[in-house]
């Protein structure tokens, strides 16, 4: 398995680079009312309107404070069977790193600082590990679109 490997504070993630289209550089985004915390904005990417996903707010974390390393992965999601780019802001990517299956252990039962169903599995690279996202699971667009919608529910109540 060919992955992109990202930093979101101390700990290293990584996503299957077949997902992933670019990378670019955190720039000003367009607040969107009456998002969740973890929906940063939106960007202008060559004409097409990208939500951005802060992960670590995702992840139940507190928010991310861009600095000079952050970045924006623009990955593949699935919605409905179609194709939707969406932004995942990290604090810094690393690099591509090829993970053999052999390296490539299940996820915790307890412990993880993510969801466990999140998580695809824990990888080994060099005497050090990289938990493997599940991009079906954590970013799935259907869920955080239910949880856009309770947020602006519990607003209007």
């Not at 915390?37 to 996903?53: M, Y």
């Given at each position: 398995?060919?992955?992109?490997?990202?930093?979101?504070?101390?700990?290293?993630?990584?996503?299957?680079?077949?997902?992933?289209?670019?990378?670019?550089?955190?720039?000003?985004?367009t607040?969107?009312?009456?998002?969740p915390?973890?929906?940063?904005?939106?960007?202008?990417?060559?004409?097409?309107?990208?939500?951005?996903?802060d992960l670590?707010?995702?992840f139940?974390?507190?928010?991310s404070?861009?600095?000079?390393?952050?970045?924006?992965?623009?990955?593949?999601?699935?919605?409905?069977?179609?194709?939707?780019e969406?932004?995942?802001?990290?604090?810094?990517?690393?690099?591509?790193?090829?993970?053999?299956?052999?390296?490539?252990?299940?996820?915790p039962g307890?412990g993880?600082?993510?969801?466990?169903?999140?998580?695809?599995g824990?990888g080994?690279?060099?005497?050090?590990?990289?938990?493997?996202?599940?991009?079906?699971?954590a970013?799935?667009?259907?869920?955080?679109?239910?949880?856009?919608?309770?947020?602006?529910?519990?607003?209007?109540?």
């Open positions: 398995m060919q992955a992109l490997t990202f930093q979101l504070g101390a700990e290293v993630y990584a996503l299957d680079i077949r997902n992933v289209r670019e990378i670019i550089q955190h720039g000003p985004m607040t969107v009312p009456l998002m915390g973890f929906v940063r904005g939106v960007i202008n990417l060559r004409g097409a309107v990208v939500p951005v996903v670590n707010a995702r139940g974390r507190l928010a404070l861009p600095g000079k390393k952050t970045c924006v992965v623009i990955f593949d999601a699935m919605r409905d069977g179609e194709r939707a969406l932004g995942l802001m990290v604090d810094a990517v690393s690099e591509v790193v090829d993970i053999p299956a052999e390296a490539i252990e299940p996820p307890f993880a600082s993510v969801r466990r169903e999140f998580i695809r824990i080994k690279i060099g005497g050090r590990f990289v938990i493997l996202l599940d991009p079906d699971r970013l799935d667009i259907d869920d955080m679109a239910r949880l856009c919608e309770l947020s602006q529910e519990a607003v209007a109540a």
